[in-house]
């Protein structure tokens, strides 16, 4: 399944190249295209497409339904901001959701991909080995340090 994600992301980031950062689908025409339900067309759009990763997604169902992306130009101070205020601010982030904010900074360019390790590894359920009830917690402030300290590095 993940090498039938992989694909359609890359499919519409090709798009996207082509079309000026912008592109309509129709999900069923996709989830024709490459042979599956079009609740994997909706999975890869949730997971690969989202706001923290750098894309705008506007979805429309119904017969003439059409899902809008668009390709976000990220100001780095005021991007990291809002991602410690919203995803952090709650105290807890799950390892995925944090897996997921990470590989957003670094397919922005926010972060190189040795960031991008060095922050998946200090986040990760392995360095992480306490009881549940409060990883994610610890989870969140380590990852709130962390962009912290990438706005600090810009200032």
Do not use: W
């Amino acid at each position: 399944m993940a090498r039938l994600s992989d694909s359609i992301e890359e499919f519409i980031k090709s798009m996207m190249d082509d079309y000026d950062e912008r592109v309509e689908l129709q999900r069923n025409e996709l989830a024709n295209y490459f042979q599956c339900a079009p609740s994997q067309i909706n999975y890869v759009l949730a997971t690969r497409f989202s706001p923290e990763r750098g894309y705008l997604v506007e979805s429309k169902r119904g017969g003439g339904g059409y899902i809008r992306l668009i390709r976000i130009d990220l100001d780095k101070r005021d991007h990291l901001m809002g991602l410690v205020e919203e995803k952090l601010g709650k105290g807890e982030i799950s390892a995925r959701d944090a897996a997921s904010l990470i590989a957003g900074l670094k397919e922005s360019g926010l972060i190189d991909e040795k960031q991008e390790k060095i922050m998946e590894a200090a986040v990760s359920d392995k360095a992480i080995r306490i009881p549940a009830a409060v990883k994610d917690r610890l989870r969140a402030g380590i990852l709130r340090e962390m962009l912290l300290a990438l706005l600090s590095e810009e200032e």
